[in-house]
């Protein structure tokens, strides 16, 4: 019979030894050495992209939202280029000249921890791992006590076991290559995830031997070095596979591509948007959604975008660092790139905004129009086949169809001025330097080169000639 109150004392120790972890400073470790030549690729393993970004500068930002006192990359293969990648992280970079192996990748680090830190070990190409679960496991670390992060796998080939006893107690991993027939019927794997005391580990770091199977030094061993000096093994059992998923081949690399995805999509219905099909968007980078947003098939968010209340977005667009107002509305096949747009805006479809683009609110941007760098006040439209580019549009201007502003001449770029209320009529070519006064008409097929007074008509076509007589070239017949 239990004694009263010894299930407070397990939960008062608990609470011991995570405050304990806590008070130790962090030092977070990604090895980030491999070659990944099952990629089949000049690109660094780590450097491969999910969604739109290098598989390491995930687990980087995942580190990084623990607040770590120390973040070490240990970097090998494709090195310079690597470090380049990540020129302004807050990491140090530890050469492994020679790859052999986790535990030899973490002996070449080991000089640069602090014995009264507590080494959180990662790895740059397990890109899903969740801060929550980290935090969960840095809570079961302590001065006497290991952390280690495991995964029930339905086929756990490639993996190493791990080895409990019968009370469940962890005692050892075995690697795949070293496994009997009984250990390799063990589900239960190793994610190669620790958290350890620095003191220790690097005791443990220079114990370890390369008498196995692959000849390699294998970070694994320490496991059963601390269970010998009887420093305690705290498993946590990660909450899906899905989130300690390797990236070795492009294959692996589709799949956890789709498993973000899906993550993505499941946050956004979430949070009330609307999905028309949440297997096809792709979310590669950060996006920030009012209420009652609708998001159509095949769309594509780079960088930073905002979507305000009720802003709807049709099929087949892409759209990197833009922002939304409410009620506007972007229709489909439209490609929009760092520009804002403010509410009840009507955009597209297959229309192109360009960067430093900004549209005031009411704003429609029709079918074909291409809008680069320009201010478009509150009202204006432009329907149809017009390019507006290096422009200032005041308000309820009307552009007419095959507008273009004419902004460059070869080297510099020149802007146009359209006063509120204008009106320009279909066919008309813009030469930049130019104003068209508030209130203003320019005729149909007009080229206009010179300033135009507010409220009048302004025309600037060419006599129009007609040749009696002449005759269209004709092909030879053969």
Not at 12 to 25: E, L, N, Q
Not at 77 to 103: C, I, K, N, Y
Not at 156 to 162: A, H, K, L, M, S
């Amino acid at each position: 019979m239990k004694r009263p109150g010894k299930p407070k004392m397990r939960a008062a120790a608990k609470r011991g030894a995570a405050a304990a972890a806590a008070s130790r400073p962090l030092a977070a470790v990604i090895l980030a050495a491999g070659q990944g030549k099952r990629m089949h690729s000049d690109l660094p393993k780590v450097l491969q992209p999910l969604a739109g970004r290098p598989l390491l500068a995930h687990v980087i930002a995942t580190a990084a939202g623990l607040k770590p006192a120390a973040m070490h990359v240990v970097y090998g293969h494709g090195g310079e280029r690597v470090r380049a990648a990540f020129a302004d992280s807050p990491v140090s970079w530890v050469l492994q000249a020679e790859q052999l192996g986790t535990g030899h990748a973490l002996q070449q680090v080991a000089p640069q921890l602090r014995d009264d830190q507590l080494v959180l070990v990662l790895y740059g190409d397990v890109p899903l791992i969740r801060n929550a679960t980290l935090s969960a496991l840095l809570a079961l670390a302590g001065s006497d006590s290991v952390a280690l992060l495991t995964v029930m796998l339905e086929d756990p080939t490639g993996y190493g076991r791990v080895i409990r006893d019968a009370r469940g107690r962890v005692r050892r991993i075995v690697e795949q290559k070293d496994a009997g027939a009984r250990e390799l019927r063990v589900r239960e794997c190793n994610t190669g995830v620790l958290a350890a005391p620095a003191g220790r580990l690097k005791s443990w770091l220079a114990r370890l031997k390369n008498d196995n199977a692959q000849r390699e030094f294998y970070l694994t061993d320490v496991i059963a070095m601390a269970v010998r000096e009887g420093v305690r093994v705290q498993p946590l059992i990660a909450p899906t596979a899905t989130e300690v998923l390797g990236v070795n081949d492009k294959q692996q690399l589709a799949e956890v591509e789709a498993a973000y995805r899906r993550e993505q999509a499941l946050a956004l219905m979430r949070a009330g948007v609307t999905l028309i099909d949440p297997a096809r968007l792709d979310v590669r980078g950060t996006l920030e959604v009012g209420r009652d947003v609708e998001i159509d098939v095949n769309v594509v968010f780079e960088g930073r975008v905002k979507l305000a209340d009720r802003v709807r977005i049709g099929a087949n667009c892409f759209i990197r660092d833009a922002e939304f107002g409410a009620d506007t509305r972007v229709f489909a096949n439209c490609v929009i790139d760092g520009a804002v747009a403010g509410p009840r805006c009507s955009i597209g479809p297959f229309a192109r905004i360009r960067p430093s683009s900004v549209l005031a609110d009411g704003v429609h941007i029709g079918n074909f129009v291409e809008v680069k760098n320009t201010q478009v006040g509150q009202g204006s439209k432009a329907n149809h086949l017009t390019y507006l580019g290096d422009s200032i549009v005041g308000s309820g201007v009307n552009v007419g169809a095959g507008t273009v502003t004419c902004n460059y001449d070869g080297v510099n770029k020149s802007t146009t001025h359209i006063g509120d209320g204008a009106f320009i009529g279909s066919g008309s070519m813009l030469v930049a330097p130019v104003r068209i006064g508030a209130g203003a008409t320019i005729g149909a097929g007009s080229t206009i080169t010179q300033d135009t007074p507010d409220h009048q008509l302004t025309l600037g076509r060419a006599r129009q000639v007609s040749v009696p007589g002449w005759q269209r070239p004709r092909k030879r017949q053969s």
